[in-house]
């Protein structure tokens, strides 16, 4: 909007309109052509990219309700891996909140949540830990499996080709032959 005095010589913008406008749009994570934005270019801590797979009731007012998410985390039927995506997104969210927060009391609340999810990704942590140990016994024979597995069940994968970047060397396979002997 602009506005202009008769006399002429007072001219007054106001560009509010279009501020918030684009406040209020989301902007992705990714552009359309795949590639990611920097974090201070998007605005993906508080959307979703995928509600489908999505854990419906997490939230992070106070200690209570963090404690109410965590059980709900825990008790959903979501691989390891979501588990701890989700909990860092209640952790960061969280702790952004009360990091804005004016009230010392919501304040304090706030960072009572925090703790809770702090705490949980700690142990989510130690279970990733646990997990990696068991992998790295298994053998490349078993990984291949297992993205052979993967790939009918439909995922983007595909498998590599002798020399391409991140196929097993020559010598990787040598010694799983060895091992499995």
Do not use: C
Request: charged share 45%; aromatic share 4%.
């Amino acid at each position: 909007m602009v506005n202009i005095n008769h006399n002429g010589d007072h001219i007054e913008l106001d560009f509010t309109d279009q501020i918030i406008a684009r406040k209020k749009s989301r902007i992705p994570e990714k552009r359309p052509d795949g590639t990611k934005r920097p974090k201070s270019e998007h605005s993906d801590l508080y959307t979703d990219e995928d509600p489908k797979g999505t854990i419906q009731g997490l939230g992070f007012k106070d200690a209570e309700t963090a404690r109410k998410s965590v059980n709900i985390i825990e008790k959903s039927k979501k691989p390891h891996k979501h588990k701890v995506q989700a909990t860092m997104a209640m952790e960061q969210r969280s702790r952004f909140a009360a990091k804005n927060a004016k009230d010392s009391d919501k304040k304090k609340k706030l960072l009572a949540a925090n703790k809770i999810y702090k705490s949980y990704l700690e142990k989510l942590k130690k279970r990733t830990e646990e997990s990696k140990g068991d992998e790295s016994d298994s053998s490349l024979w078993e990984n291949i499996r297992k993205k052979r597995e993967r790939i009918k069940r439909g995922s983007k994968e595909k498998m590599r080709k002798k020399g391409d970047k991140g196929a097993p060397t020559s010598d990787q396979i040598e010694r799983a032959k060895r091992a499995s002997k």
